[in-house]
């Protein structure tokens, strides 16, 4: 008896085909660990699901604690994430950043956490001359690159928002959100 593979069918389990919201998280983890590491960020990931954020980046003067979010079907003209976990709003006692991505665009999103505290969920809308709320943070790695109390790594490639506009940082005049 020779050993052949076995047919894979649509909407099988083997191999991951079925995709659960669970395999749908795991693919957009793994897609930020591959960006991260690509844009020349340090990454670590911590041991099981009990910590309340993804990774770990490092900067070589920071650690940022990230959770990252995915989006894979539009509603409307719009993506939306859930900007909590298992019931528990994110606050800066528990992450950094929250990290967007759009899977269907390949566009990610990088939200300071004083953008989310006090919201269950967040609309993204990552079209051409886009005008919502958000689209200030689209591509925005510089946050974690170039913290405003500390010095910019050059080992790590991001477009650096600060030097397009004359040094100083867009992010800077962004308010922290009131509930």
Known sequence: MKNEP???????????????AKRKGEAAEAAFLSKAAELGFDVA?????????????????????????????????????????????????????????IVPTDTWYVLPVRAVVGRSGIWFSPLPNSRSRFEIYREAWCLMACPRDGKCSPEISVHHRCLATGGQCPFAAVPPRTT
């Open 6 to 20: 076995l047919p894979i069918t649509p909407g099988s389990d083997q191999f991951g085909t079925r995709r659960t």
């Open 45 to 101: 990931k911590p041991w099981g699901d009990s910590a309340q954020f993804d990774f770990i980046l490092h900067t070589g003067s920071h650690c940022w604690r990230v959770q990252v979010k995915s989006a894979f079907q539009r509603d409307g003209g719009r993506y939306s994430v859930r900007a909590s976990g298992d019931h528990i709003a994110y606050t800066k006692e528990n992450i950094d950043f929250l990290v967007a991505y």
